[in-house]
C-alpha cells in the first residue's frame, strides 16, 4: 500500500485547510485510514481515524475542530481542518491499516503551518 498526501501549506490562525490522501497498491487489504501528526522535537500522535464503515475515532483537541471523511470508491481519505490554531503547526501523515494481520502503512507527510 502506498499513501500520498496533499492540501498542505501555510494558514492564518483561525483559517482552514483540507489535507487529502489517495491510497494505492493493495488497496483491497486497507481497514482504517487516518492522519497522524508529528509537532517539532515530539512523538507522532493520533488526529483521527476512520474506518471502512466510517466509524470515526478523533483525538479529544481535535473535536469539533477537525474532520475526517473518507471516498471508498477512490481510495481516499480526507481531514478537513477548521479554526486552527499556531500549536497546530506539525507534519500531518496519512496512515493505513489492513484487515486481518494489522500492517501500518504512512506516507510521506505534509507540512501543516499556522503563523500570522
Known amino acids: 500500500v502506498q499513501l500520498v498526501e496533499s492540501g498542505g501549506g501555510l494558514v492564518q490562525p483561525g483559517g482552514s485547510l483540507r489535507l487529502s490522501c489517495v491510497a494505492s497498491?493493495?488497496?483491497?487489504?486497507?481497514?482504517?485510514m487516518g492522519w497522524y501528526r508529528q509537532l517539532p522535537g515530539t512523538e507522532r500522535e493520533l488526529v483521527a481515524t476512520?474506518?471502512?464503515?466510517?466509524?470515526?475515532v478523533y483525538a479529544d483537541s481535535m473535536k469539533g475542530r477537525f474532520t475526517i471523511s473518507r471516498d471508498n470508491a477512490n481510495y481516499r481519505v480526507y481531514l478537513q481542518m477548521d479554526r486552527l490554531k499556531t500549536e497546530d503547526t506539525a507534519v500531518y501523515y496519512c496512515?493505513?491499516?489492513?484487515?486481518?494481520?494489522?500492517?501500518?502503512?504512512w506516507g510521506q507527510g505534509t507540512q501543516v503551518t499556522v503563523s500570522s
Open positions: 496512515w493505513a491499516e489492513t484487515f486481518g494481520v494489522k500492517y501500518d502503512f
Open positions: 497498491g493493495s488497496v483491497l487489504s486497507i481497514n482504517r
Open positions: 476512520i474506518t471502512s464503515g466510517g466509524t470515526t
